[in-house]
T-cell receptor
Framework: ETGVTQSPTHLIKTRGQQVTLRCSSQ?????VSWYQQALGQGPQFIFQ???????GRGNFPPRFSGLQFPNYSSELNVNALELDDSALYLC????????????FGSGTRLTVV | GIQVEQSPPDLILQEGANSTLRCNFS?????LQWFHQNPWGQLINLFY???GTKQNGRLSATTVATERYSLLYISSSQTTDSGVYFC??????????FGSGTRLLVRP
């Protein structure tokens, strides 16, 4: 059974650019969610996807968008990057059975300069 | 929204000591998980424990849902236990809400 994998592991972007982060969910999981973790804080919920549709969103502006594909993998896109977007971005997957909770990937560390 | 509070915020232990980490939450929840975040940032799932008690080696956890708290016990701590421990609860809209974490340092 494979876990959740994210790519890339590290990324440096310039303010105003756009970025795409990728996530492959754990085998057997059909729901994926994304979290932003600033330094020294707990992760904050960005949004969740189920059956290729967004079914929950946290307090993040529309320039944060996502996709889920038929194989349950997902992308997080951020447009017009700001310095405050620098953070660790975590992807988590779960199954709707909800027996075992969420499994997280290793994250993508994004630095905006 | 649901508030999640963890205590203590920081903890320093000598190797071999025992400790208890606490998580309080402000409303009823669908589930609760404890995670250990390693130095590379990955959140390792320790327990999925919406209620009751579970044990895994030197770690155990208890959630009393009716009183809205959970406890994580670490016995005979090792230096590899160092890191940040997060409690996260799932609200009615299926999003995880994290506490601010307990930063644990185990000294040899």
């Amino acid at each position: 059974e494979t876990g959740v994998t994210q790519s890339p592991t590290h990324l440096i972007k310039t303010r105003g650019q756009q970025v795409t982060l990728r996530c492959s969910s754990q085998s057997g999981h059909n729901t994926v969610s994304w979290y932003q973790q600033a330094l020294g804080q707990g992760p904050q919920f960005i949004f969740q996807y189920y059956r290729e549709e967004e079914n929950g969103r946290g307090n993040f502006p529309p320039r944060f968008s996502g996709l889920q594909f038929p194989n349950y993998s997902s992308e997080l896109n951020v447009n017009a990057l700001e310095l405050d977007d620098s953070a660790l971005y975590l992807c988590a997957s779960t199954s709707t059975r909800g027996d075992y909770g969420y499994t997280f990937g290793s994250g993508t560390r994004l630095t905006v300069v | 929204g649901i508030q999640v509070e963890q205590s203590p915020p920081d903890l320093i232990l000598q190797e071999g000591a025992n400790s208890t980490l606490r998580c309080n939450f402000s409303d009823s929840v669908n589930n609760l998980q404890w995670f250990h975040q390693n130095p590379w940032g990955q959140l390792i799932n320790l327990f999925y424990i919406p209620s009751g008690t579970k044990q895994n080696g030197r770690l155990s956890a208890t959630t009393v849902a009716t009183e809205r708290y959970s406890l994580l016990y670490i016995s005979s701590s090792q230096t590899t236990d160092s890191g940040v421990y997060f409690c996260a609860v799932e609200d009615s809209s299926y999003k995880l809400i994290f506490g601010s974490g307990t930063r644990l340092l185990v000294r040899p």
